[in-house]
């Protein structure tokens, strides 16, 4: 008579599946990382960032970004540049946000964050300042 149960082997496959994202499709962003906001906001002089980034970052781990065109669609005055990089302007341009972009990955990942005029100094390729 043949067992019907799975093998060890295939439950463990199952549970890994379940667990991993393989077996689920989750079109939202992962922000990496809202520590380096957070980082950014409690700097003597930078508390008014606080509202602003959280609000991008609520907003980005809602988002679908597949594509450039999304995050303009979404943000009309993102900078796409060259590396995968998207500058947002934060709290009326005041702040500078820097991110690169994995979009099959689904991940932001947050290279810089800082004022206008420090933003001025970097090179937004190879800024990679968290």
């Known amino acids: ?7 060890r082997q295939r439950r463990l496959f199952l549970m890994w599946l379940e667990f991993s994202h393989i077996g689920s499709y989750d079109p939202t962003m ?3 990382a809202k520590s380096t906001l957070r980082k950014f906001w409690k700097r003597p002089g930078c508390a008014d ?3 602003p ?3 991008w970052y609520d907003e980005a781990t809602e988002a679908n ?3 450039p065109q999304d995050i303009k669609a979404q943000y009309r005055n993102a900078s796409i540049c060259g590396n995968n990089r ?3 302007n934060i709290a009326g341009n005041k702040y500078r946000l820097v991110v690169e972009m994995q979009y099959r990955a689904g991940i932001a990942w947050v290279k810089f964050v800082g004022t206008h005029a ?3 100094m970097i090179d937004v390729e190879t800024v990679n300042e968290y």
């Open 53 to 55: 980034l959280e609000s």
């Open 118 to 120: 420090r933003y001025d």
């Open 30 to 32: 992962r922000v990496i």
């Open 1 to 7: 008579m043949l067992s019907t149960a799975p093998s």
């Open 49 to 51: 960032a606080q509202g």
């Open 65 to 67: 970004w597949t594509s």
């Open 86 to 88: 998207v500058v947002f």
